[in-house]
């Protein structure tokens, strides 16, 4: 049974029973969870950090990320520098180079030594900025993009359901055979069969994203009656195994087709943070 004070705060999570909110900021939450994962990371070939007690920081309007243990980072590779940034809900973060093998990497580490008394206890851990890390591992398995989120789900199930996509007017692709894509937060995807969609419409592209629960995503150009739309199509070639069934097929970003139905309904276009670009 949740405690009386919590129920206003949503689904019945453990996390949430230690969340304290900000006094100046309603709403704004600083927690971490603890990893049952071994993480490691590296610069070049060397590992500079590696750790079965690691923690997950979670924040408002910020992704999710790992944080080590001190006593678990190469610390006589790490050089603290002078370069400082200031949070008014964690305090103030120290940074530090690294030279691992010859290879310099400024501000690759951060540190809130005395973090406020709001923030959960991090004093003992450090964290990395994913970009300035050359490799980034969850037991043996590379990890790519950023950090998975533990609450986010993604199901791919099969179905018969008739979906039909218009681009410019036109009816580009129709299926019974898609597998929809439901992942936490974001819209439902279609991914249906290559031979299900209008082959004189597809044009190369050189665009490819990541996904950290996906995979690698290649993409095509959409050209119908002499319009041309970059990007509109996504396919995954090597998904991650927990979405392999999504392997090869196509899928149509929901925000930017025509229409889309399924059995004959036309669904919203959706409204995300791909709205202005791809997925």
């Known amino acids: 049974m949740r405690k009386r004070h919590l129920r206003g705060r949503g689904p019945h999570m453990s996390p949430l029973d230690r969340i304290v909110q900000f006094d100046f900021e309603p709403g704004y939450v600083v927690f971490t969870e ?6 490691r990371v590296k610069v070049g070939d060397i590992t500079i950090a ?24 190469r610390m006589d590779l790490m050089r603290e520098n002078e370069h400082v940034t200031s949070c008014r809900f964690k305090g103030t973060a120290h940074h530090y180079t690294v030279n691992a093998g010859g290879k310099v990497v400024e501000n690759i580490m951060w540190r809130y030594a005395e973090p406020l008394p709001q923030c959960p206890p991090i004093a003992d851990y450090a964290g990395f900025y994913w970009d300035k890390v050359d490799h980034w591992y969850e037991e043996d398995e590379e990890i790519f993009v950023h ?11 099969p179905s018969s359901r008739l979906v039909q996509v218009y681009v410019n007017g036109a009816l580009v692709a129709e299926s019974r055979g898609c597998v929809f894509l439901f992942e936490t937060g974001l819209p439902t995807r279609y991914y249906m069969p290559r031979d299900d969609i209008r082959g004189d419409i597809l044009r190369p592209s050189n665009f490819a994203t990541g996904c950290p629960y996906k995979g690698q995503a290649g993409y095509y150009h959409v050209e119908v009656s002499g319009k041309l739309y970059e990007n509109l199509v996504w396919y995954y070639a090597e998904p991650k195994r927990e979405v392999w069934p999504i392997a090869g097929r196509l899928c149509f970003a929901n925000e930017f087709v025509d229409r889309i139905l399924v059995d004959g309904i036309e669904q919203k276009r959706p409204q995300t943070g791909h709205s202005h670009g791809y997925e």
């Open 147 to 157: 950090a998975r989120d533990p609450f986010r789900r993604v199901d791919c199930l």
């Open 50 to 73: 590696d750790s079965i007690d690691m923690i997950l920081l979670f924040e408002t309007e910020h992704q999710q990320r790992y944080c080590f243990p001190i006593k678990d980072i």
């Open 34 to 39: 603890p990893v049952a994962k071994r993480v």
